[in-house]
């Protein structure tokens, strides 16, 4: 069972950074997808950024050009900076991990979540 912690999240206003880290309890080097989810109040929990063993990496329209997803296999860490924020951008931000085995179920791993805040 691998758990993952995100930090990073918090408050700051329209324009500017903040970067969300998701630390792994194990090693994420076997872990087939690792990546970012959010969601906001009243709204679905949708795709951020997510990146694959193979270093491809994919992000929602709403976010390309200003956010990067990132992995340190040797950290056990995935991160997510995030530039030119908006407010709405504003949610409860998921770290996601995805691990698949030859003739196995799925299973998919979240972390608690980190709320970001962006003030206009």
């Known amino acids: 069972q691998v758990q993952l912690v995100e930090s990073g999240g918090g408050l700051v206003q329209a324009g500017g950074s903040l970067r969300l880290s998701c630390a792994a309890s194990e090693s994420i080097f076997s872990l087939n997808v690792m990546g970012w989810y959010r969601q906001a109040p009243g709204k679905q929990r949708e795709l951020v950024a997510r990146?694959?063993?193979?270093?491809?990496?994919n992000y929602a329209d709403s976010v390309q050009g200003r956010f990067t997803v990132s992995k340190d296999n040797a950290k056990n860490i995935v991160y997510l900076q995030m530039n030119s924020l908006k407010p709405e951008d504003t949610a409860t931000y998921y770290c996601y991990a995805l691990r698949v085995s030859a003739g196995m179920p799925k299973v998919e791993y979240w972390g608690q979540g980190t709320q970001v805040t962006v003030s206009s």
């Open positions: 990146v694959t063993s193979a270093r491809v990496k």
